[in-house]
Nanobody, 127 residues
């Protein structure tokens, strides 16, 4: 399984970016995926994922501004980022796991849920 993020960059506060994550090694509905980020000096944190019913779930800090989506036909995960703030500056990672690890009472934004990670794409938001 390989994950490849793209779409990061530098924007001013209030701007938008769209991140993409191409997933290979999994197909269709055989996996679950999520977005994480690590800001300078902070631990990696969950940003957006899907619960066991396929409903998006978000960290409180990004609700209303970031939107996760997934195109199973293209095996691609997206993160639409609007109204960006300087505190959104971080390296953004996508993560994936077998669908068997993402059923029942699992935590979509928990690092240990996922065992495959991309190398990240940098997002920098200036004030």
């Amino acid at each position: 399984v390989q994950l490849a993020e793209s779409g990061g960059g530098s924007v001013q506060a209030g701007g938008s970016l769209r991140l993409s994550c191409a997933v290979s090694g999994y197909t269709g509905n055989s996996y679950c995926a999520a977005w994480f980020r690590r800001a300078p000096g902070k631990e990696r944190e969950g940003v957006a994922g899907f619960d066991s019913d396929g409903r998006p779930t978000y960290a409180d800090s990004v609700k209303g501004r970031l939107t996760i989506s997934q195109d199973n036909a293209k095996n691609t995960l997206y993160l639409q980022m609007n109204s960006l703030k300087p505190e959104d500056t971080a390296m953004y990672y996508c993560a994936a796991a077998s669908i068997w690890d993402c059923s029942g009472r699992f935590s979509p934004l928990r690092l240990l849920t996922y065992n495959y990670w991309g190398q990240g794409t940098q997002v920098t938001v200036s004030s």
